[in-house]
C-alpha cells in the first residue's frame, strides 16, 4: 500500500506560481508512474501531468509550457511547478501512484493523495 501526501496548495492571484510536492511512502523507484490530477467543482477528474520511473513525461493540453512534473529520487516525492497560472486552473490537485506487479500475471495497483485545494484569483 503506498501512501500519499500532497502539499503546496493555496491561493494566488493570476500569472503567479505554486509548487506543489507529492511525498511517498516507499521508493518511487517502485512505482511505474506518478501524476496529478485535478477536479474543478462539477467536473470530472482530469489528468494534468504524469512521470514514469525513466522519467518520461506527459501533460494535458491545457497546462502545456506551464506545468512541470518532476521527481525527486531522494526524497521519494514528485512536484508540480505551475507557472502563469489561470482563474481556470482552480482545482483539487491529486497526486496518483500506479505501480505493476506481476505474480503469475500482472496487476495495476493505483494509490491517490488526500487532494491539495489550488485557487487562482482573477
Known amino acids: 500500500q503506498v501512501q500519499l501526501v500532497e502539499s503546496g496548495g493555496g491561493l494566488v492571484q493570476a500569472g503567479g506560481s505554486l509548487r506543489l510536492s507529492c511525498a511517498a511512502s516507499e521508493s518511487i523507484f517502485s512505482i511505474n508512474v506518478m501524476g496529478w490530477y485535478r477536479q474543478a467543482p462539477g467536473k470530472e477528474r482530469e489528468l494534468v501531468a504524469t512521470?514514469?520511473?525513466?522519467?518520461?513525461?506527459n501533460y494535458a493540453d491545457s497546462v502545456k509550457g506551464r506545468f512541470t512534473i518532476s521527481r525527486d529520487t531522494a526524497k521519494n516525492t514528485v512536484y508540480l511547478q505551475m507557472n502563469s497560472l489561470k482563474p481556470e486552473d482552480t482545482a483539487v490537485y491529486y497526486c496518483?501512484?500506479?505501480?505493476?506487479?506481476?505474480?503469475?500475471?500482472?496487476?495495476?495497483?493505483?494509490?491517490w493523495g488526500q487532494g491539495t485545494q489550488v485557487t487562482v484569483s482573477s
Open positions: 496518483k501512484a500506479v505501480k505493476i506487479l506481476y505474480s503469475g500475471s500482472y496487476a495495476l495497483n493505483e494509490y
Open positions: 512521470i514514469t520511473r525513466y522519467d518520461s513525461t
